[in-house]
C-alpha cells in the first residue's frame, strides 16, 4: 500500500524533496499529489517547472537537487511513484477504498490546512486528506507559515482533534547541524517520525548536551 505525499503551496519545497526520497530509500510506494500552488513555490525555489504530462522528467530533476540548489546532490530513482493530478478529482486517492498508509502533506500551506479542517477538498489534495481523515487513516501536516494567525492555529486544533498529527516545518539545532540540508532532513525527518517510517536523517537526541557539536567548536 501507498502513502500519499500532498505538496501544497507554502515555502518547503526541499522538505517534500527529502521526504519522498526517504520514503523511497526505506522501500515505500508513493502516490504524489502537487497542488498547483506548489508549482509555483518549486519554481521559485528551484527553477523548476512541474508538468502534469512530465511529472517523471520533473520529479527527477527536483529529487536529485540538494537544499542549497545544486543539481546532481542525490540520485532518486522516481519509477516507483504514481503521480495524480491534483485536478483530477476521480483520480484513485479521492475515495476511502482506494488502499493506502496514510497521508503527509509536507509542506501545508496554511490554506490547505483550512481547506482540510474544513473538509472543503477544493482539489484533489485536500480530498485525499479528508478521505484520509475519514478513514482513520494517519495524517501527517506539516504546517510552514510564520507568524500563524489565530484562524489557522483554531484550524491546527482542529485537525489535531480529528486525528492527525501537526508538525510545523521547524528545524532544531540539537543534532548537529552544519548545512541546510541538514536542517531540512531534521524536518522531514520528524515527519517520517509522525508516520512511523524508518530513517536515518537526523542524529536522535541520545541525553549527552554538545554530543552532536562538531569538534573544536
Ligand atoms: C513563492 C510563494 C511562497 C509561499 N509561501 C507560503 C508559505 O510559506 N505558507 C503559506 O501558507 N502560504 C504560502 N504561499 C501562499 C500559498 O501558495 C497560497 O495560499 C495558495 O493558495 C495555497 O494553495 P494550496 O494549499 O492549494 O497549495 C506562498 C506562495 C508563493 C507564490
Do not use: N
Amino acid at each position: 500500500m501507498p502513502w500519499i505525499v500532498g505538496v501544497s503551496g507554502a515555502s518547503g519545497t526541499p522538505y517534500a524533496a527529502a521526504v519522498l526520497r526517504a520514503l523511497i530509500a526505506a522501500g515505500e510506494s508513493v502516490d504524489l499529489v502537487v497542488s498547483r500552488a506548489s508549482r509555483l513555490t518549486l519554481l521559485d525555489e528551484t527553477g523548476i517547472s512541474f508538468r502534469d504530462a512530465h511529472w517523471q522528467q520533473d520529479l527527477r530533476a527536483w529529487l536529485d537537487r540538494g537544499a542549497d540548489g545544486k543539481p546532481g546532490t542525490f540520485d532518486t530513482d522516481v519509477s516507483g511513484v504514481r503521480h495524480w493530478s491534483a485536478g483530477d478529482l476521480a483520480a484513485g486517492p479521492s475515495s476511502g477504498s482506494y488502499p493506502t498508509k496514510g497521508m503527509l502533506i509536507v509542506p501545508a500551506s496554511t490554506a490547505c490546512v483550512a481547506g482540510v479542517a474544513l473538509g472543503l477538498s477544493k482539489d484533489l489534495l485536500q480530498r485525499t486528506a479528508s478521505v484520509t481523515l475519514k478513514e482513520r487513516r494517519r495524517l501527517v501536516v506539516a504546517v510552514r507559515e510564520s507568524p500563524l494567525d489565530g484562524r489557522t492555529l483554531r484550524h491546527l486544533v482542529a485537525l489535531d482533534d480529528a486525528g492527525a498529527a501537526v508538525v510545523p516545518a521547524s528545524p532544531a539545532f540539537y543534532a548537529g547541524a552544519t548545512h541546510i540540508q541538514d536542517l531540512v532532513d531534521f524536518v522531514a525527518g520528524r515527519v517520517l517520525d509522525a508516520a512511523g517510517v524508518e530513517h536515518g536523517l537526523y542524529r536522535r537526541w541520545r541525553g549527552e548536551l554538545g554530543a552532536a557539536r562538531p569538534p573544536g567548536t
